[in-house]
């Protein structure tokens, strides 16, 4: 009999998510950055073991949002969260021990019928740090990773897998094409710029060798589209090459990825753009996946 479940990574920002993710499914599939609020939507990661499948949806740092653009995150975390079987809280070993699940919530979220608590990044702590029997992980050394999945094997119900046996990811690979410029914005950027940054692609075109990839860049100002493009157009132009080579890792194959810059004023606050960016408004959509 085989077994099937849904586990959500969920969390305050920065606490290690998507490093998580990552060191589970094995490819380095969601994008991870030292600076907080770096997923801005679920990723979804497989993991098919034996009989058992699980589908992890790292999901956006839980925060109380301060503009529109958080709460849409809060919002596909929230979301995500109540359609899992297993929620899986993560909270750095460092700030053991850890706030209820609940507590980083709105009042009636409702949980999963499972919650299980990991202490991430170990490898930063003395073992005495960790409270007795809790499990706890590095997506570092991959201290617990094993155990951990075992943990949630087991707490997941009978059921058919939903994907097949090879999958490690269930997202179109346009949304990697985003996910990646994003953490390359992450990575090159400073202060506000990355949290003003999005990227929409605008052409895909896999028949071709290589690959031929068109993005929108986008930021909130004249000042931001600057900064962005750079001297000569060096920082556009390392953005999309940090892209282009984390996309031919996924795909194995040749990538040719162009890029644009645009401004958009305040899309963050913009119910409109925000939805056009992917951010959807939840109350517009229906609630099954
Ligand atoms: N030493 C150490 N650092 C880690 C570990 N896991 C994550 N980090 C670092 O912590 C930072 C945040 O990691 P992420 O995986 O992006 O955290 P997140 O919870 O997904 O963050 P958001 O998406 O912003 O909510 C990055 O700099 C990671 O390299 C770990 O096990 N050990
Ligand atoms: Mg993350």
């Known amino acids: 009999m085989t077994r099937f479940?849904?586990?959500a990574l969920a969390g305050r920002p920065n606490v290690g998510k998507s490093s998580l993710l990552n060191a589970i499914v094995g490819e380095p599939l969601a994008?991870?950055?030292?600076?907080?609020q770096a997923t801005r939507m679920p990723v979804v990661g497989l993991r098919t073991e034996g009989e058992?499948?699980?589908a992890f949806h790292d999901l956006p740092g839980l925060l109380d949002p301060g503009y529109l653009l958080q709460s849409r995150m809060v919002d596909m975390a929230i979301r995500d969260l109540e359609a899992a079987d297993v929620a899986l809280h993560l909270h750095p070993a460092a700030e053991a021990p850890a706030p209820p699940l609940a507590s980083l919530l709105?009042?009636?979220v409702r949980l999963p019928p499972t919650t299980l608590l990991a202490y991430t990044k170990a490898d930063l702590v003395e073992a005495g740090r960790i409270p007795p029997g809790q499990l706890a992980v590095s997506a570092v050394t991959g201290q617990g990773v094993a155990e951990l999945v075992a943990a949630l094997a087991a707490a997941v119900p009978e059921g058919e897998w939903q994907y097949p046996a090879d999958d490690l990811g269930t997202?179109?690979?346009r949304f990697f094409v985003t996910e990646y410029l994003r953490e390359a914005a992450f990575e090159l950027l400073e202060d506000e710029l990355p949290y003003a940054f999005a990227a929409e692609v605008e052409e895909f075109r896999e028949t071709t060798d290589p690959v031929y990839i068109r993005a929108t860049l986008y930021v909130e100002r004249d000042s931001q589209k600057r900064i962005?493009?750079?001297g000569q157009g060096r920082t556009i132009k390392a953005i999309g090459q940090h892209a282009r080579k984390r996309l031919e890792g996924l795909m194995g194959r040749r990538v040719y990825l162009e890029t644009w810059v645009k401004v958009l004023p305040?899309?963050?606050q913009s119910s409109d753009l925000l939805s056009r960016l992917g951010y959807p408004d939840p109350?517009?959509?229906?609630?099954s996946r």
Do not use: T
């Open 5 to 7: 479940g849904r586990v």
């Open 31 to 36: 994008m991870v950055s030292p600076k907080a």
């Open 52 to 54: 058992v499948q699980l």
């Open 106 to 108: 709105p009042a009636g």
């Open 171 to 173: 997202q179109p690979l």
């Open 228 to 230: 962005l493009i750079g």
């Open 266 to 268: 305040k899309w963050r």
């Open 283 to 287: 109350s517009s959509r229906s609630s």
